[in-house]
């Protein structure tokens, strides 16, 4: 995950974790893992390993589907080389 993504999960966690209604550290007792923990992924200051995130979306009930908003203005692909973050 990149720095902006991990930036993008952690405003992603933040909302859907306050529209729960749920404090940083209940969000970690639902989900075993520190208030602490949860912080640092809610600011992007730390990147989830792929296990973590999705145990995070699924406790804040959000898919991680959702981190793949359009890309940002001059992207490139760099699996494929497409503008825009293409697949081909």
């Known amino acids: 995950m990149s720095d902006r993504a991990a930036v993008l999960f952690g405003r992603q966690l933040r909302a859907a974790r306050e ?4 404090s940083q550290r209940e969000m ?11 912080s640092l992924y809610e600011t992007g200051t730390r990147t989830p390993p792929l296990d973590v995130a999705l ?15 359009p890309p940002p203005r001059g992207f490139t692909c760099n699996a494929c080389g497409a503008p825009g973050g293409g697949r081909g």
Do not use: P, W
């Not at 529209?19 to 749920?22: A, S, W």
């Open 28 to 38: 970690g007792e639902r989900v075993h893992m520190t208030q602490a923990g949860i």
């Open 55 to 69: 145990k995070l979306a699924q406790g804040a009930g959000f898919s991680l589907d959702a981190l793949n908003g």
């Open 19 to 22: 529209r729960l209604g749920l």
